[in-house]
């Protein structure tokens, strides 16, 4: 009986410890439950094509449904709730962008805040704000843009995804260094601008480039400049903002996730190691990038520092141009 006893404890013994190695642990399924990620946009976009693809793999290698849940509307502050006050188990998590990160807080008080409700995880992409024209615009630089602007003061339109958006704050950051100014146009979202910047209703817009490429490819719009440091991949031939003159300008997109502030660290890291392997396949890579973005990956601290930097960024941003919610 004691034989007995001693090899059941051996048994046990030996089971835990297979359990907590890596191996065993990368093996396994993330829980038995259903993990979604909630995308405060609708489908289609940016952030929810980069969720779409986190999704698809983490449920092939989870084995297990991984869904996204689009919950548009109330200027990201739906789905940044439902997050925030999901359970803190990491299960629910959710797809933020520097318009959850405006929204929540910056462009004043909120119901929720992202950097105190919600926990980063890692960092899932980066991509470029490009400043396009219609294809019978005059304009084709950004020295044509300043020029006619500071000809005109006031009449040169842009069109932006709304208040708050990354196009209005590029545009926000362009007329402070380039000490001009420039009439704003908000939309409900990107498509119309496209349509009246095509048209000639509005004289530009500023936007993510993933909704934009297409348009470049057909020739139906124009690129200026793209608001990032370095040029961008699928944009070899056009210029940053800041090599066309306005040293240091910078205004990129992002994509990351985050879950509820609560969450164990353990889980937390859990998910940063599994969603960190799924933005290292190639094939991520490439997908990313033909929608317009760059993988990126890094640790949930590594997260938190970009989000902090980047917020105090915009606010210093918001306060001296006056943005307030329309």
């Given at each position: 009986?004691?034989?007995?006893?001693?090899?059941?404890?051996?048994?046990?013994?030996?089971?835990?410890?297979?359990?907590?190695?890596?191996?065993?642990?990368?093996?396994?399924?993330?829980?038995?439950?259903?993990?979604?990620?909630?995308?405060?946009?609708?489908?289609?976009?940016?952030?929810?094509?980069?969720?779409?693809?986190?999704?698809?793999?983490?449920?092939?290698?989870?084995?297990?449904?991984?869904?996204?849940?689009?919950?548009?509307?109330?200027?990201?502050?739906?789905?940044?709730?439902?997050?925030?006050?999901?359970?803190?188990?990491?299960?629910?998590?959710?797809?933020?962008?520097?318009?959850?990160?405006?929204?929540?807080?910056?462009?004043?008080?909120?119901?929720?805040?992202?950097?105190?409700?919600?926990?980063?995880?890692?960092?899932?992409?980066?991509?470029?704000?490009?400043?396009?024209?219609?294809?019978?615009?005059?304009?084709?630089?950004?020295?044509?843009?300043?020029?006619?602007?500071?000809?005109?003061?006031?009449?040169?339109?842009?069109?932006?995804?709304?208040?708050?958006?990354?196009?209005?704050?590029?545009?926000?950051?362009?007329?402070?260094?380039a000490g001009i100014t420039l009439l704003h146009v908000p939309?409900?979202?990107?498509?119309?601008?496209?349509?009246?910047?095509?048209?000639?209703?509005?004289?530009?817009?500023?936007?993510?480039?993933?909704?934009?490429?297409?348009?470049?490819?057909?020739?139906?719009?124009?690129?200026?400049?793209?608001?990032?440091?370095?040029?961008?991949?699928?944009?070899?031939?056009?210029?940053?903002?800041?090599?066309?003159?306005?040293?240091?300008?910078?205004?990129?997109?992002?994509?990351?996730?985050?879950?509820?502030?609560?969450?164990?660290?353990a889980i937390i890291n859990r998910l940063n190691k599994d969603?960190?392997?799924?933005?290292?396949?190639?094939?991520?890579?490439?997908?990313?990038?033909?929608?317009?973005?760059?993988?990126?990956?890094g640790s949930p601290e590594d997260m938190t520092t970009f989000?902090?930097?980047?917020?105090?960024?915009?606010?210093?941003?918001?306060?001296?141009?006056?943005?307030?919610?329309?």
């Amino acid at each position: 009986m004691r034989r007995i006893l001693r090899l059941g404890a051996l048994a046990a013994l030996t089971t835990t410890l297979l359990c907590l190695s890596p191996g065993f642990a990368s093996a396994q399924s993330f829980s038995q439950r259903a993990v979604r990620i909630i995308v405060p946009f609708p489908p289609g976009g940016g952030q929810d094509v980069v969720a779409r693809t986190i999704a698809k793999s983490l449920s092939e290698n989870w084995g297990q449904a991984v869904t996204v849940d689009n919950r548009a509307g109330g200027k990201t502050l739906i789905g940044a709730e439902l997050a925030a006050r999901a359970a803190p188990d990491g299960h629910t998590l959710m797809m933020v962008s520097v318009e959850v990160l405006i929204n929540t807080g910056l462009l004043g008080p909120a119901s929720v805040n992202m950097q105190r409700d919600l926990a980063s995880i890692i960092l899932c992409s980066t991509g470029v704000n490009v400043l396009a024209v219609g294809a019978a615009s005059r304009l084709r630089s950004i020295k044509d843009i300043i020029a006619q602007a500071r000809a005109t003061p006031g009449k040169l339109s842009y069109g932006s995804a709304g208040v708050g958006s990354t196009g209005h704050m590029a545009a926000e950051q362009l007329m402070l260094m380039a000490g001009i100014t420039l009439l704003h146009v908000p939309y409900k979202g990107t498509t119309t601008s496209l349509t009246d910047t095509m048209s000639g209703q509005i004289d530009m817009l500023i936007a993510g480039a993933p909704p934009l490429l297409t348009l470049f490819q057909s020739g139906k719009l124009r690129p200026i400049a793209v608001g990032s440091r370095k040029r961008f991949p699928l944009l070899p031939d056009v210029p940053t903002v800041d090599e066309a003159g306005l040293a240091g300008f910078e205004m990129s997109t992002f994509a990351g996730l985050m879950t509820a502030a609560r969450t164990p660290t353990a889980i937390i890291n859990r998910l940063n190691k599994d969603i960190g392997v799924v933005l290292e396949k190639k094939e991520v890579i490439d997908l990313m990038l033909s929608g317009g973005t760059v993988a990126m990956g890094g640790s949930p601290e590594d997260m938190t520092t970009f989000i902090q930097e980047r917020g105090a960024t915009l606010k210093r941003l918001i306060e001296v141009a006056k943005i307030a919610i329309d």
